[in-house]
């Protein structure tokens, strides 16, 4: 029990004594740059209805498609070790098989190219 009171209170000090460095060695600096309500490229005095490319859109569903790909196939090292591992691994190839498919499919339709 003294140990864990001994770490609780050594954590709850470095943790003041960072966060007090962090106060008092900051450089507070505040530039028009970073005051300006948009800080995302886009001017703030030009229009706001200026176009933009629906291609960023749909690269980032892309990514958050293949992003999702990953997710699914994060517990399959464990998958391995069950007592019926080919079941598992013929549904993986065919969750990489489908989504290589799609792939090459967007790629043939020039959803990847950011130019037109």
């Not at 609780?8 to 962090?22: K, V």
């Not at 290589?100 to 130019?115: C, K, V």
């Amino acid at each position: 029990m003294n140990m864990v009171m001994f770490m609780i209170i050594m954590s709850a000090t470095l943790s003041i004594i960072l966060t007090l460095l962090n106060y008092w060695l900051a450089q507070m600096n505040p530039e028009s740059e970073k005051l300006s309500p948009y800080e995302c490229g886009f001017d703030p005095l030009g229009s706001a209805r200026l176009p933009f490319s629906i291609r960023f859109f749909l690269v980032a569903i892309l990514f958050l498609l293949f992003d999702l790909e990953i997710a699914l196939l994060l517990p399959l090292p464990w998958a391995t070790q069950l007592q019926t591992p080919t079941t598992t691994l013929t549904l993986t190839c065919a969750l990489i098989m489908l989504l290589t498919l799609g792939l090459i499919y967007e790629w043939a339709q020039g959803g990847l190219e950011w130019a037109e």
